[in-house]
């Protein structure tokens, strides 16, 4: 489906920020899930680069008046097909929009652009102590935008929270180019509803944002890093939940899997066991060998085999490495084989060890390599279902792993997506997580703030009657 | 304006769920602020107990077709209206759904009744070793429903953050009598809308919570309390901004200015000086020593006169006696005096030292008296503006004052209201606050959700064209 974005020459944009380029339009018909999702992406009519909020306002407007879809597109490194526009029309790419609009140290915040990268705002704010806590893996890719837009969340989830509950407020355009403001600089508030926490991760179905207020924290005195290596995963995933339900300190529990730890020992050349680990991080301003020590000793109870720590910045690098390079190591690992669908379930913390014991099963069962790994501590896991792309029967057998395995994560009270959204690869799982009721309040929030369905359609809510659709940009 | 709710007999509901009678409902018609709001609170038409979510959805479907409003009601110590019929109609009194539907200490996590006080939540969980953080101060006669409804906060939050930042999901009725659950037993979730949020804080305006899934959190192992005092309240104020900004990990953070202080010694009998105090209370696993004595010399720094800290819980309860004893004192100081519109507003942390002198500024000039206190480390001021009520000419001084105070607020990047809701008190200063657009956005979201408006009606919004109304329940 195509759309005449010819309108767009009409408004107030340099000749820079608007492109009708195949090259161009090419480079923002995917995100990094596109390939493992097995699609060629959909390739906008026309790709837009807002230098303001009055040029989003104004594509919006324009957008909406014809019936145009627009789709914010930022990095593009969403896993669930989020900044892809699925229904063509165009992109409105928001990396030039990546200004520190404002700093208060002494507040602990700063106002930014959507197309800043993550750990841009880390760098800002450094020199005084300062850090943002939620950045996801990505952060040195990604962008605030992109993070805001699937309530993004990482390795220190555990114990700083999510992008949610470190945005304090937004500004933000709607479909018809109203430019609205959320939130407050007060850190907390009951006026009215709460619209942050709706735009936040709501994927540019509601609104584009175009300048995110965030909390910052303070550099805690002290940290440790290191790895623990168990005998086998269940022991691991145990020992992780007995270390959060012990409530130890930890800002990083990462759990890997024996199979991951093969690819990464092969990636690196490494001799380490081909053996489950958990990489921790501790921050704290005191007492951190304390914490240390107790972690070490629930640990023990699950039969840890070693376990390494250390406060010296090369060596906590050294010994998470094989964490660090496990993304390459998995895709490296064989080249006839590609991931399914990369993303993430997340469980109670209680169901942690089944969903990993069961994960494991199933991969077994399945005669298929799942190399698992996740923030641990957040009851969250990436799987990777390798298959070979050219064997259709591997490649069903394996989509009916990864069904079952995002089914019995909301079968264990859990999410199919902890950190990734929904976009077009988890809409099958919305409405047997939270139920019809819920979906059609969304869809009717949806409807109300954007009639026209300019914004991001075809994201978050299945458009086939079935149900059964993971993806179908074309539909 | 009455309503004919002779139809909730036809309803399966028991004999002692429905009342039509003077006293049941004239004791359904205020909360804890409407006699300071001089108003007579607006009688409901009937009252309902509903003791199952069905019964919730039952009378709300019912009402619905019927145009009569719902209003919810629990414990009655709203401050802003949030639970006066205003419309009339049904007040609907969720304080029997007060169960512990569903417990799990090993995740955390707790399923309650909207019914149920919130210390009674803490009780039911203490002797796992963990509690409720965001509880207010009025935690012992509050419903967790009520909290829900306006967002509340209180003593711990500079610590722990508000009730949003620990309701995981909701069970919640909307209008038409669907009945959606919204969240995740998962710690976080990036899957639809953020539909809790939206409803945490939306006064039930929106839909009827009926469960609610909290957070729990792990009782420190080192508490300490004390007080400092101040020789002015500019020192005060400045001493706990210091300490916020240098990160001091405190759990609450209370100023009382002098005035206050003067009550509190009336009442009590006390002898401390009649000078501003800063009352403090330190949670930590390890450190707590080393908090308080960064805490010291901060506050050192700002020329504390006294600085007393304790681990022992009674001489801790001495210590805070004033603070503890404030309301009272207050209220009992002058039986010729009566405050207005009791409330609070929310700054900035930075902006701080200014609302409060600001505040101390006007109340002079205004030759009124006005007692001040608040959760200081959020930037939360409560103000007690002392007026006679039969003296005309001083409650237009008071209003007036009052009225610059929250426009102060707002000035200054705050809030009307920080942890009491809009209700009926506030709603002159919602636009003010967040601008017309996210205002009609907030108005959509409620028309969409609640078309026929049945659900806490003349709530947030302003009614009147001029913006101006305080509040006038008759409207």
């Not at 509803?193 to 735009?199: A, F, G, P, S, V």
């Not at 081909?274 to 301003?285: G, K, R, S, T, Y």
Request: aromatic share 6%; proline share 5%; hydrophobic share 35%.
């Amino acid at each position: 489906m195509t759309h005449d974005c010819s309108f767009l020459e009409d408004l107030d944009l340099a000749d820079e920020q608007l492109s009708f380029a195949d090259g161009r339009r090419e480079s923002h018909a995917a995100d990094w899930g596109t390939e493992h999702n097995d699609g060629d992406g959909v390739v906008p009519d026309a790709v837009v680069w807002p230098e303001s909020t009055d040029d989003v306002s104004a594509v919006l407007a324009a957008a909406q008046d014809r019936g145009v879809p627009v789709t914010p597109y930022a990095a593009g490194t969403g896993l669930e097909g989020n900044a892809v526009p699925a229904h063509g029309g165009i992109s409105l790419d928001l990396t030039r929009m990546d200004d520190v609009v404002d700093y208060r140290p002494e507040d602990f915040q700063i106002d930014v652009g959507p197309g800043i990268i993550g750990s841009d705002v880390d760098e800002y704010v450094a020199s005084d102590g300062l850090f943002f806590p939620p950045l996801p893996s990505s952060g040195d890719i990604s962008t605030i935008g992109g993070m805001i837009a699937t309530d993004a969340s990482g390795m220190q989830t555990v114990r700083y929270g999510e992008i949610a509950d470190w945005v304090l407020g937004l500004e933000a355009v709607l479909a018809d180019g109203t430019v609205i403001e959320t939130g407050s600089r007060a850190i907390k508030t009951s006026s009215g509803y709460n619209l942050t926490d709706l735009l936040v991760g709501s994927e540019g179905t509601l609104a584009v944002v175009t300048e995110a207020t965030l909390e910052l924290a303070g550099r805690p005195e002290q940290i440790r890093g290191g790895r623990a290596i168990f005998e086998t995963l269940d022991d691991a995933a145990e020992a992780v939940f007995d270390a959060v339900r012990t409530d130890v300190g930890v800002a990083k529990i990462e759990l890997v899997d024996g199979l991951s730890a093969t690819m990464a020992n092969e990636y690196l050349g490494s001799e380490l066991p081909d053996a489950p680990m958990v990489f921790l991080e501790f921050h704290a301003n005191h007492g951190v060998d304390e914490e240390i020590e107790l972690c070490r000793t629930i640990f023990e109870n699950h039969d840890v085999v070693r376990f390494e720590m250390s406060d010296d910045d090369s060596e906590m690098d050294d010994l998470w490495q094989a964490r660090r390079e496990l993304a390459y190591a998995v895709a490296s690992y064989d080249p006839d084989l590609e991931p399914l669908h990369p993303g993430d379930v997340t469980v109670p913390i209680s169901s942690y060890p089944e969903m990993v014991h069961e994960t494991k099963r199933l991969a077994d069962e399945s005669d298929l390599l799942v190399p698992c790994f996740g923030h641990a501590g957040d009851g969250n896991l990436h799987y990777s279902v390798l298959v070979d792309p050219d064997d259709p029967e591997q490649v069903e057998r394996g989509e009916e792993l990864y069904r079952t395995l995002v089914d019995l994560a909301i079968e264990l009270g859990g999410t199919a997506t902890g950190e990734h959204g929904i976009g077009q690869g988890k809409q099958a799982y919305l409405e047997p997580e939270h139920g019809a009721g819920a979906v059609e309040a969304m869809r009717t929030i949806k409807r109300a703030l954007d009639p026209s369905d300019t914004l991001n359609p075809g994201k978050i809510f299945p458009e086939t009657a079935d149900g059964e659709r993971i993806r179908d940009p074309e539909q």
